[in-house]
């Protein structure tokens, strides 16, 4: 009895000795990389939230003030900071990004330290702090506040010397202690310029690398806020996108060479897809606004993004490793405007629809190499809705796949994929292979996942799919893969006039279109469009895609034309080849003409006939849109006449941001009968001497 209960034991001991060794043999994958801190992770998870700008530009109609607009302008009629916070919180924002001060140094709060804030303003009787308002209205909705604050100041007479640095600290101090938790601070990149520098009209120039020392100031913030994560210039802990589109690429990487960004060697173009080989954890954020300005612009009120473009948006922003930052522009009642307020609706019930139900998590999940053959990192973790767990391979395994098969064919149109970005972003390239009929169909070939990537594809029947992670940097930790199957998206279709009012009206294959010429909601009783028409007057068209096959409606595109230009002649230009001139005015955007080089010099101008006396309250500038080097105009004079002899100067100044934002740039004026129009390009983005022209029109 003996021998048999002391073998029973040292087998006991051997198997349970195993069994530890075993374990201790699976760990847990080592991190990777650089990775992201906690404040990174919380951040990164928000998704998507919300930038407002509401200044005194609202009221000036500019994008960017100079600096010497009077405080006693801002003067909202309506102001509710809570319909911001309502509106935002049922689109499924995490929080409100305040433009506090922008590049004019007007204030929302009532500093200290300057006079140029609401308190010298007739809002509340200059007793009203607006940063206070939006902060407990985002406590009451259970939003995060953000807060920007321009480095840039074009009005503050230190500008450019080493006291207004202790200035804009001072205001920092403010912003992060008065207000409570601050989730982001963001700074502008713009720095150094114009303005009127407490009353001296000219040009401050700074290394904007140097001028900050961000070192310290970030150190400040850290010391205040060590919650608050730093968007931007200086050595940020999350990054722009390279673009005011709202887009990330393709290739996303969280990474960053960081040391060259500060010491000048990476281009902003690069930050669309970050580098593989940075050495910190940078995540991007795209950002865009709901319509082409950051400030509200009521000649844009029926010019809010197409619903298409802001789905678009959505899933390549946060469809693409970024977070998405969107800009609403309060109007000068004080309030998200109605038009755009629907715009998100639409988008959020486009979401919702496209999310619904998720098809893998009743799958039968299986791998062809896990960790260790531990459960602990297991396939199916994949499917459990725990973010905190994920499918792992073994150490020298860089190449692996995944399956997932279904009870019955299942129709599929979108794959959610995510890393356990705690230990690193790892995945390289990877595809997606649907089972159709019996056979394996390769229905996509992508490159990073990072935290989250998600892809839109052509629905597929699939009796099962399989992931495929083809490189990868190290043995790769997968934490969620889901797959959805999205209602059919029609895209709008799209609405063009050339000069001589010939309108084209196009749509995807297999769809019909129906308009309307009379402002009214287009329906299936509304005219079939069969063929290009002619419309020569002022007109607002709108029309619908209907997909045939499914009898699913798009939504609405709308244009709306000024009198055709079929008249319209230029007349004379001081540079540039005169046999293409007519591109600027062919009704075309995606055609240009350009003019200016060393020997013809800025500024230069264009005389136009419009053929007739027009009434004009406006006009437009659209810049080259298809090219790199866009060679933009920055500074603009425009002239109207009845007779081409005695001209009045209707407009002039900047095309403010246009290097980042290179849009259709509106100007608008007290209304004018005129028939001849002289455009001045003064001044080249970069000070060059080559501009381009897509197109010039007038708002009637």
């Known amino acids: 009895m003996n021998l048999i209960r002391t073998s029973f034991l040292l087998l006991s001991f051997f198997f349970a000795t195993s069994s530890i060794k075993s374990q201790e043999l699976v760990k847990s994958p080592a991190p990777f990389g650089p990775l992201p801190t906690q404040k990174q992770l919380d951040w990164q998870e928000m998704e998507f939230y919300a930038f407002v700008h509401f200044s005194l530009n609202t009221f000036t109609n500019k994008e960017w003030g100079y600096g010497d607009e009077s405080p006693a302008l801002f003067n909202p009629t309506h102001l509710d900071v809570r319909q911001w916070a309502r509106v935002i919180k049922e689109a499924g924002m995490k929080g409100i990004i305040l433009v506090a001060k922008h590049h004019d140094g007007f204030c929302l709060w009532p500093s200290a330290y300057t006079e140029r804030s609401v308190k010298n303003s007739p809002w509340e009787n200059g007793k009203g702090d607006l940063v206070k308002e939006l902060a407990a209205a985002c406590k009451e909705y259970h939003l995060k506040l953000g807060l920007y604050l321009s480095p840039w100041d074009r009005n ?240 020298n395994v860089k190449t692996a796949s995944i399956e997932f098969v279904f009870d019955q064919p299942t129709a599929i149109d979108r794959i959610l994929l995510q890393e356990y970005i705690k230990l690193g972003q790892r995945v390289k390239a990877f595809t997606v292979e649907a089972k159709v009929n019996g056979l394996w169909k390769t229905i996509a070939n992508e490159t990073t996942i990072g935290y989250k990537r998600i892809l839109r594809l052509d629905r597929v029947v699939a009796s099962a799919l399989r992931i495929n992670i083809t ?9 969620n893969i889901q797959a959805y199957n999205a209602p059919t998206f029609v895209r709008a279709p799209e609405i063009q006039r050339d000069k001589n009012g010939t309108v084209t009206i196009t749509s995807e294959p297999g769809n019909s279109i129906y308009y309307t010429v009379d402002g009214k909601k287009p329906t299936l009783k509304s005219k079939l469009y069969q063929g290009t028409f002619t419309y020569n007057e002022a007109v607002q068209i709108k029309a619908i895609a209907i997909n045939n096959e499914e009898n699913i409606s798009s939504a609405v595109n709308t244009a709306k034309y000024g009198i055709s230009k079929e008249k319209w002649k230029v007349l004379s230009v001081s540079g540039g080849d005169l046999k293409t001139v007519n591109r600027i005015i062919d009704g075309n955007p995606n055609t240009d003409w350009g003019f200016g080089n060393a020997s013809d010099k800025l500024p230069l101008e264009i005389t136009l006939d419009m053929g007739a006396i027009l009434k004009i309250k406006g006009f437009t500038y659209v810049p080259q849109q298809v090219g790199n080097n866009l060679n933009l105009i920055s500074n ?65």
Request: net charge negative; hydrophobic share 35%.
């Open 471 to 479: 490189d990868s940097k190290a043995g790769f930790v997968i934490s």
């Open 156 to 395: 503050h007479p230190d500008y450019g010397k080493p006291e207004y640095i202790t200035y804009f600290r001072n205001q920092l101090k403010e912003l992060l202690t008065n207000y409570g938790d601050v989730f982001e601070m963001w700074f502008d990149g713009a720095n150094g310029g114009d303005g009127y520098y407490g009353g001296a009209n000219e040009t401050r120039k700074i290394n904007s690398l140097e001028y900050y020392n961000w070192d310290e100031t970030y150190k400040l913030i850290y010391e205040i806020a060590p919650k608050t994560l730093v968007w931007g210039v200086g050595p940020s802990e999350a990054r722009w996108i390279g673009n005011e589109e709202g887009r990330a690429g393709k290739t996303n990487w969280s990474l960053l060479r960081q040391k060259d960004e500060l010491a000048g060697k990476v281009h902003y173009t690069e930050f669309m897809s970050g580098h593989e080989d940075g050495e910190r954890w940078v995540p991007g954020e795209a950002d865009v606004s709901i319509r082409p300005g950051w400030f509200y612009h009521a000649v844009e009120d029926d010019k809010v993004r197409p619903l298409d473009e802001m789905v678009d948006i959505y899933y390549e922003s946060i469809g693409r490793n970024a977070t998405l930052l969107l800009n609403l522009p309060v109007d000068r009642r004080g309030l998200v405007h109605e038009n755009d307020v629907t715009r998100l609706r639409e988008l959020v019930a486009t979401i919702q629809a496209d999310f619904k139900t998720e098809l893998l998590a009743k799958s039968k999940v299986t791998a062809n190499n896990v960790r260790g053959n531990s459960a602990e990192f297991a396939a199916k973790n994949v499917i459990d809705g725990n973010k905190e767990t994920f499918w792992a391979t073994d150490d």
């Open 636 to 700: 603009y004079e425009f002239y109207t006449s009845t007779d081409a002899v005695n001209w009045t100067r209707q407009s002039e100044g900047e095309f403010s941001n246009i290097r980042n934002n290179p849009i259709e740039q509106f100007k608008v004026f007290k209304e004018v009968k005129t028939r001849y129009l002289r455009f001045v390009a003064v001044s080249a983005v970069g000070k060059g001497q080559a501009v381009s022209i897509a197109e010039i029109n007038v708002i009637e």
